[in-house]
C-alpha cells in the first residue's frame, strides 16, 4: 500500500499548479508574445529594387582581407568587392588584359610599368589613386600574410598621380599573371589606415575588413559570417556596368546540399558539385563542368634513404606504366580529364593531349623486372579525409592499388588525415605520395617547383642536381621570353618530367557548377571560380 | 509498511523542511565542488589530446608557401605560443581561461570564446527542440510499449525505436530533405534563414527568441520552419533511445509492490501512471534525458553538415580538420563543460525528485 502522505502532497502539487495561478501566467506569457510581434517589423530584406543571387558555396573561408586572404572562398568573395591593376577575361586565364591599369613590361621582365586608366572611384566616393595602389600592394608584401609570397622581391615605386612602377631583380615574366590575383585588389588607403591599418606587420585592419569593404569593385560587403554566409550588395559608385543582382548572399554549404538546393530554388549557384551530382542534373537546371586546375599527382621518393625501391629510375617508369589513366578519368566522373602534364591544360605551356602518359602494362613488367623490384610492400600516403572537386582521395588510391596489382606491383594504402598528413609531405618522407597541386597564379613559373632542388622537387627527394638536364631546362623557362617562347620552354620541361621525373600527373578534376536557367554568364575562372559581377538574369 | 526500495520516491519527501533541508545543500554543494573538478580535468584532456595529434599547426594554417618562409611560420609559432614546452602553453591557457579566454582561433582568427558564442545558440535552438519532442514522445511511446508489454503495439515501437536509432543520421537528414523540401516543398532550404532575410538583432544568438525580441514575426516564422528538418532529424534519433529507455523503466516500476497497490485500489490508469509510474520511473529517465542532451550538443556534425547549420559541429568539424588547436580546445572545453553541467543539473534533480539520494551521500 502506498504512503498516504505522498498522495497528499502530490494532491497539493496538482491543486496549485493547475488553478488560476497557471491560467494567469499563461495569459501573462500570451500578452508577452503578443505585444513583442506587435510591431511586426519585417525582417526581410529590400528586394522590390534588386533582385537577390543566392550561391552556394562550401567555404574554405578564412578571411575577407585581401592581405591575408588566399583560399578560393576569399578568392571569389574579394575578386567582387576588389578590383585588381589586371585581371583576366572570363575563363581565360593565359591572357593577362587590363584593368584598373594598363601595363607596360620591360624585355628583361624586370620592370613593369602600371598606368591607370580613366577615373576609379572607391564605394565611399573618394577617388582612387596611385597611393592607394602603393598602399595596398605594400601591405600585402609587408604584412607577411599567406599571400605575401606573391610579391616577393617586387619594389613598388609610385612615379606620378597615374602611375605605379613595379620592378623585380630577376626577371618575373609571372607578374602580371600574379596582379590579376584578388588578393592584389586595391584598397581605400584612407579608409583602411583610420582602422588600423598600415604596410606593417602591426597593421590592425583585418578586423574591419571583415565587416566592411574599402574597394571600387561593384559589390560591397554587407555581412560576413566565416562560417554560414557572405553577404553582398551592389556598390552604386563602381564606375563599370551595374551588376544583375542588387543584392548576393554565398552561403556555405556542403555538395550534396547544395544540389537539391538547386534543384529545389533555394540557391540560384552551386559550386561544389561532384562529376556524380552534377551528372544527375538536367531540365531547369545548367550545368558547366570544365576541368579544374588543380592537379592530382603521384610522387615517388627518389632518396634512397626513404626507399631503395621508388629511387630507381626503371620502378618509376614501370609506375608510369602501369596506370590506367582513362580509368581513373572514368570513375572520378563528369569533367574530369588526365592531367598531360603538372602544368594544368588551360595555362600557358601546358602540354598537348598527345604528350599524356599511356598505359602499356606489358612494358610496365619489363621495366619492373629491370629495377630488380622483388615484390616488396611499398608505401602510398595520402590525405584520407581530402575530397577535391567531389573526388575522394581515398577511392582514386584504391584504383591506384589495384591497377598496380596488375603490373606485379604491392601497394600499402596509409591514408591519414590532410593536417596531419601534410608534415611528412612537405618533410620529404613520403616513398609515395598522392597529393594535389593547386596553382598559386595562373602562370607556368608556378610549376617550376616541380623540378630538382625546388619545393615539390624536395618532397620527392628530388635535390638540386639530380637531374642537370631537367635543371637546365628549367633555367631556360625561368628566363622568361614572349608568350610563344615561354609555351615551348615549359612543354619541353614537361616532356622531359613525363620521361624521367619522379611525379606522375594523373587527373584534373572536374569543376562543376549548377546553375538555374535564369542565370546567365556562368564561366568558370581558375583564380575566383566565377565572377559574380558577371553573372546575369534572364 | 513498505520496504524503503519500494516506496515511491515521493512519500520520502515527507521529511522536508527544517533538517532536511541541509543534506540536499550539503549534497548540492558537494557535487558543484566534484564538477569544478572535473573542469579543471577536462581542460587537462582536451589540452593533451589536442597536443597528442600529429601534425604541424603551422603547415595546416598557413598556405604552404607561407609556412616555407621561416619567418612567417616564426611568426605563427610566436603569435599562438607554440613555441613555448607543452608545460607552459598548458598553464598559460587555464591562466587565461580565468579571464574567459579562449585564446585565438588559428583558423578564423577570431577569439575562440566569440566563435564559439556564435556557434552555440545555433545548435542550442535545434538541440533543445529536438529535446523537448524527444522527451515528450519517448516518454508516451515508451509508457505505452510497457503497458503493452508482448502485444502488437509493443513490437511495432520496438521496431520503430531500434529503427531510428540505426539509421545514419546523414543519410536520414539527406533523404528528409530531399522528400520535404525538394519533392514536397512543405520544408525550405538549408540554413537558419532563408537568403531573403537578415539574421534579427543579436541578443540571445536564438534566432526564434531575437526575432521576437526585434519584433520580425515573418522572420521568427521563417526561422521555426527552418529548426522543422534538423529537429525532426534528431529527434527521430533521440526519441529512439528514450523509448527504450522509458519502457524498461516503467516495466521495472509496474513491478513495484506500490504500483500494483495503486492499481489494484482501482486507481485511474490516468492517475497511476502520472502519479505513480512515471514519477518513480523519472530518476533512469532523467538520467538517460541529461545524457541524450548532451550527445545532441556534441553530436550533430553530420546533421549540421546537411542542412548547412553553423553550429558547435560544423565548427569543431572545421577546427579539427585545419589543426586549430584553440578551436579544438575550446569545442572539448565547452562540449565537456555542457556535459558536466547537464549531469550536475540531474544529480541535482535526483536529490530534489528522491531524498534517499542526498541522504545517503
Known amino acids: ?221 554587407s555581412s560576413l559570417n566565416l562560417a554560414s554566409q557572405v553577404v553582398l550588395t551592389a556598390n552604386t559608385n563602381y564606375d563599370g556596368d551595374n551588376p544583375a543582382y542588387g543584392r548576393v548572399v554565398i552561403q556555405n554549404v556542403q555538395g550534396a546540399t547544395q544540389k537539391i538546393n538547386v534543384q529545389g530554388g533555394s540557391a540560384d549557384v552551386a559550386l561544389d558539385l561532384s562529376g556524380t551530382e552534377a551528372s544527375g542534373l538536367s531540365g531547369s537546371i545548367k550545368v ?14 627518389q632518396d634512397p634513404t626513404v626507399s631503395k625501391i621508388t629511387s630507381n629510375p626503371d620502378f618509376v617508369k614501370a609506375v608510369k606504366e602501369a596506370i590506367d589513366y582513362k580509368d581513373l578519368v572514368s570513375i572520378a566522373g563528369k569533367g574530369t580529364s588526365q592531367a598531360p602534364g603538372v602544368v594544368p591544360s588551360m595555362f600557358l605551356g601546358a602540354l598537348n593531349p598527345s604528350d599524356e602518359l599511356t598505359t602499356d602494362l606489358t612494358a610496365a613488367k619489363a621495366d619492373l623486372a629491370k629495377s630488380g623490384y622483388a615484390g616488396e610492400d611499398v608505401t602510398l600516403n595520402f590525405p584520407s579525409d581530402l575530397t577535391l572537386n567531389g573526388i575522394e582521395f581515398p577511392t582514386i588510391a584504391q584504383r591506384i592499388q589495384s591497377q598496380l596489382k596488375g603490373a606485379g606491383i604491392n601497394i ?94 594523373l587527373l584534373q578534376p572536374g569543376n562543376n557548377i549548377a546553375a538555374k536557367s535564369s542565370v546567365t554568364g556562368v564561366v568558370y575562372n581558375a583564380v575566383w571560380t566565377i565572377d559574380i559581377a558577371a553573372l546575369g538574369s534572364k | 509498511m513498505i520496504e524503503p526500495a519500494a516506496r515511491p520516491p515521493r512519500a520520502a ?27 579543471i580535468g577536462v581542460t587537462l584532456v582536451t589540452f593533451v589530446l589536442t597536443n597528442l595529434v600529429p601534425g604541424d599547426p603551422v603547415a595546416a594554417a598557413l598556405g604552404q608557401r607561407a609556412a616555407e618562409d621561416p619567418a612567417i611560420a616564426a611568426r605563427f609559432r610566436a603569435e599562438y605560443g607554440l613555441d613555448q614546452p607543452l608545460v607552459v602553453q598548458y598553464f598559460t591557457y587555464l591562466g587565461n581561461l580565468l579571464h574567459g579566454n579562449l585564446g585565438v582561433s588559428t583558423l578564423t582568427h577570431n577569439p575562440v570564446a566569440s566563435d564559439l558564442a556564435q556557434a552555440l545558440p545555433a545548435t542550442l535552438e535545434i538541440a533543445i527542440g529536438a529535446i523537448v519532442l524527444s522527451v515528450i514522445i519517448g516518454v508516451v511511446l515508451g509508457t505505452v510499449a510497457a503497458y503493452r508489454r508482448g502485444k ?73 520552419s527552418h529548426l522543422f528538418l534538423p529537429v525532426l532529424v534528431l529527434t527521430l534519433y533521440t526519441v529512439g533511445l ?98 558536466l553541467l547537464v549531469n550536475l543539473i540531474v544529480d541535482l534533480l535526483y536529490g530534489l525528485l528522491d531524498p534517499r539520494v542526498r541522504l545517503a551521500s
Open chain 1, 1 to 221: 500500500m502506498a504512503d498516504p502522505v505522498s498522495l497528499e502532497g502530490l494532491m497539493v502539487f496538482r491543486t496549485t499548479s493547475s488553478g488560476s495561478t497557471k491560467r494567469v501566467v499563461i495569459g501573462a506569457a500570451a500578452v508577452a508574445l503578443t505585444l513583442m510581434v506587435a510591431g511586426c517589423a519585417s525582417g526581410k530584406t529590400s528586394t522590390s529594387t534588386s533582385k537577390t543571387l543566392t550561391i552556394d558555396k562550401a567555404f574554405d573561408l578564412k578571411t575577407a582581407d585581401p592581405g591575408r586572404m588566399y583560399e578560393p572562398t576569399g578568392e571569389m568573395v574579394d575578386k567582387a568587392l576588389y578590383e585588381t591593376l589586371l585581371t583576366f577575361k572570363g575563363g581565360d586565364v593565359s591572357k593577362v588584359v587590363d584593368g584598373l591599369a594598363s601595363l607596360k613590361e620591360s624585355d628583361d621582365a624586370k620592370t613593369f610599368t602600371l598606368t591607370l586608366k580613366g577615373a576609379h572611384k572607391f564605394s565611399d566616393g573618394s577617388d582612387l589613386t596611385a597611393d592607394d595602389v602603393v598602399f595596398s600592394l605594400n601591405r600585402v608584401i609587408g604584412l607577411k600574410g599567406n599571400p605575401s609570397f606573391l610579391l616577393d622581391g617586387v619594389t613598388v615605386t609610385k612615379k606620378d598621380s597615374k602611375t605605379v612602377v613595379l620592378t623585380t631583380a630577376t626577371p618575373t615574366p609571372a607578374l602580371p599573371s600574379i596582379l590579376a590575383n584578388p588578393a592584389l585588389g586595391i584598397l581605400n588607403e584612407k579608409v583602411v589606415t583610420a582602422h588600423g591599418g598600415s604596410t606593417t606587420e602591426s597593421d590592425a585592419a583585418e578586423k574591419y575588413l571583415n565587416t566592411h569593404s574599402a574597394g571600387s569593385g561593384p559589390y560591397m560587403l
Open chain 1, 288 to 301: 558547366t563542368s570544365d576541368p579544374s586546375a588543380n592537379v592530382l599527382f603521384l610522387l615517388l621518393n
Open chain 1, 412 to 505: 600499402t594504402l596509409a591514408p591519414a588525415p590532410v593536417a596531419t598528413e601534410l608534415d611528412a609531405y612537405r618533410n620529404g618522407k613520403e616513398t609515395i605520395g598522392f597529393w594535389y597541386w593547386g596553382p598559386d597564379y595562373p602562370d607556368p613559373s608556378d610549376y617550376l617547383v616541380f623540378t630538382p632542388g625546388n619545393v615539390v622537387g624536395l618532397r620527392a627527394g628530388w635535390a638540386a642536381g639530380a637531374d642537370p638536364s631537367i635543371s637546365k631546362l628549367a633555367d631556360a623557362a625561368a628566363a622568361g621570353g614572349t608568350d610563344a617562347e615561354r609555351a615551348t620552354q615549359f612543354q619541353d620541361l614537361q616532356k622531359a618530367l613525363n620521361a624521367s621525373g619522379p611525379f606522375v600527373p
Open chain 2, 13 to 39: 519527501s515527507a521529511v522536508r523542511g527544517g533538517r532536511a533541508a541541509h543534506p540536499f545543500l550539503r549534497y548540492a554543494l558537494r557535487r558543484v565542488i566534484t564538477s569544478l573538478l572535473l573542469v
Open chain 2, 152 to 224: 502488437v503495439t509493443d513490437h511495432v515501437l520496438r521496431v520503430v525505436s531500434l529503427a531510428g536509432l540505426s539509421v545514419p543520421t546523414f543519410w536520414l537528414a539527406l533523404v528528409l530533405y530531399y522528400v520535404f523540401y525538394y519533392q514536397l516543398h512543405i520544408a525550405p532550404g538549408s540554413g537558419r534563414l532563408s537568403s531573403d532575410f537578415n539574421a534579427p538583432p543579436t541578443i540571445t544568438g536564438l534566432y526564434t527568441i531575437d526575432s521576437l525580441f526585434a519584433g520580425q514575426l515573418d522572420t521568427f516564422l521563417d526561422a521555426v
Open chain 2, 242 to 339: 528514450l523509448t527504450r529507455f522509458v519502457r524498461t523503466a516503467v516495466l521495472e516500476i509496474l513491478d513495484q509492490d506500490y504500483a500494483r497497490a495503486a492499481r489494484a485500489k482501482g486507481l485511474p490508469t490516468r492517475t497511476v501512471v502520472w502519479s505513480y509510474v512515471l514519477r518513480g520511473a523519472s530518476i533512469p529517465i532523467l538520467t538517460v534525458v541529461g545524457l541524450a542532451f548532451g550527445s545532441l550538443l556534441s553530436g550533430t556534425v553530420l546533421v549540421e553538415s546537411v542542412f548547412a547549420w553553423p553550429g558547435i559541429g560544423s565548427y569543431a568539424y572545421q577546427a579539427a580538420s585545419h589543426l586549430d588547436l584553440p578551436g579544438v580546445m575550446g569545442v572539448g572545453l565547452l562540449i565537456g563543460v555542457m556535459y
